[in-house]
């Protein structure tokens, strides 16, 4: 029966029919859709925000400065959570936001952790 679901799961992931209905394939999440659900993940991101974002460009509150404020729905260079990731790994031309690279403690990890704690706070859209 093990095989018959992983066969089901193939042939519906290629596009191709011939399994029943009765079993819903779960979409898998993306890397800051599973950070969003980790509280701890989230308090990383928070932390690492505070003590690289904060503390030099971006705030937590929408107050005068040139730094782009990011917890509201308007995203200058990019929204999605790829958008978001290359920005901070390459910085923005002509601007103060310099490439991080992965020069975090816990690399690449870390910086999805951001994006997943800017997620979590993100103001809605009206």
Not at 28 to 46: C, I, K, P, S, Y
Request: glycine fraction near 8%; include cysteine.
């Amino acid at each position: 029966m093990k095989y018959l679901s992983v066969s089901c799961a193939l042939l519906v992931v290629v596009g191709l029919s011939g399994c029943g209905e009765s079993e819903p394939v779960p979409q898998e999440l993306t890397v800051v859709q599973a950070f969003m659900q980790d509280q701890e993940a989230v308090n990383r991101g928070q932390a690492l925000f505070i003590g690289t974002c904060a503390g030099y460009c971006h705030k937590t509150t929408p107050v005068p400065t040139d730094a782009v404020f990011l917890f509201d729905c308007e995203w200058k260079h990019g929204s999605s959570d790829q958008e978001i990731f290359d920005i901070v790994t390459t910085g923005v031309p002509s601007t103060r936001m310099v490439g991080f690279g992965s020069n975090f403690p816990e690399g690449e990890d870390d910086l999805w952790k951001i994006i997943a704690y800017l997620r979590v706070n993100q103001q809605p859209c009206s």
